[in-house]
């Protein structure tokens, strides 16, 4: 069973940085679009920034200009650079992986933001 490994949340105070990285545990075949979502307290689960295979991306409103999305297509995984974080920020990140089959998600690392 392949399972998404996520790491790199954790405490930062506000104009701070975090980076996230996110692999498989194993080989999945054909992976399309990676991604990362994110879900803060009562709110629903929300894009934060997606990435093809071709290398486009896609990144919520809220979050342009600060974070950025990359991949490792050898390793399969993926990576968010996260700048300039706000309390707002705050949330549980998953990530996401679109393959030609089915979709995969991580366990989801906590991200907090003090003011």
């Known amino acids: 069973q392949v399972q998404l490994v996520e790491s790199g949340g954790g405490l930062v105070q506000a104009g701070g940085s975090l980076r996230l990285s996110c692999a498989a545990s194993?080989?999945?075949?054909?992976?399309?679009?990676m991604g990362w979502y994110r879900q803060a307290p009562g709110k629903q689960r929300e894009l934060v920034a997606t990435i093809t295979s071709g290398g486009s991306t896609n990144y919520a409103d809220s979050v342009k200009g600060r974070f950025t999305i990359s991949r490792d297509n050898a390793k399969n995984t993926v990576f968010l650079q996260m700048n300039s974080l706000k309390p707002e920020d705050t949330a549980v990140y998953y990530c996401n992986f679109r393959a030609i089959d089915r979709i995969y998600w991580g366990q989801g690392t906590q991200v907090t933001v003090s003011s």
């Open positions: 194993g080989s999945i075949f054909s992976i399309n679009t």
